[in-house]
């Protein structure tokens, strides 16, 4: 079983940075493609980022695609997402997501997840 903690939320203004983390416990952490998600109040959870076991590939949503980065490292179980020039529509409970592949990833790679984290709080202020 794996346990996903997500840490580094706040507060931040608009145009500022924040960095993520989600340590993972367990020691087949390399055996997962990691990924990040998204709950706006009233909204549905949404894909933010996508990360290969590796490390070697990933993927964004268009929505942050140039002002997020996620990486990993596996020596640390710990999936990271640097989030800059942010805005305020990106204010809402982030979530770490796990899934067991080895596959190439793509898009879709986490449209199933095997583990969740319980979340943290991004809060933009304008």
């Known amino acids: 079983q794996v346990q996903l903690v997500e840490s580094g939320g706040g507060l931040v203004q608009a145009g500022g940075s924040l960095r993520l983390s989600c340590a993972a416990s367990?020691?087949?952490?390399?055996?997962?493609?990691m990924g990040w998600f998204r709950q706006a109040p009233g909204k549905e959870r949404e894909f933010v980022a996508a990360?290969?076991?590796?490390?070697?590939?990933?993927v964004y949503a268009a929505s942050v695609k140039g002002r997020f980065t996620i990486s990993r490292d596996n020596a640390k179980n710990t999936v990271y997402l640097h989030m800059d020039s942010l805005k305020p529509e990106d204010t809402a409970v982030y979530y770490c997501?796990?899934?067991?592949?080895?596959?190439?990833?793509?898009?879709?790679?986490?449209?199933?997840?095997?583990?969740w984290g319980q979340g943290t709080q991004v809060t933009v202020s304008s």
């Open positions: 367990g020691r087949t952490f390399s055996s997962y493609a």
């Open positions: 990360i290969s076991w590796s490390g070697g590939s990933t």
């Open positions: 997501a796990a899934r067991a592949t080895h596959s190439v990833l793509v898009s879709t790679t986490l449209r199933t997840v095997d583990h």
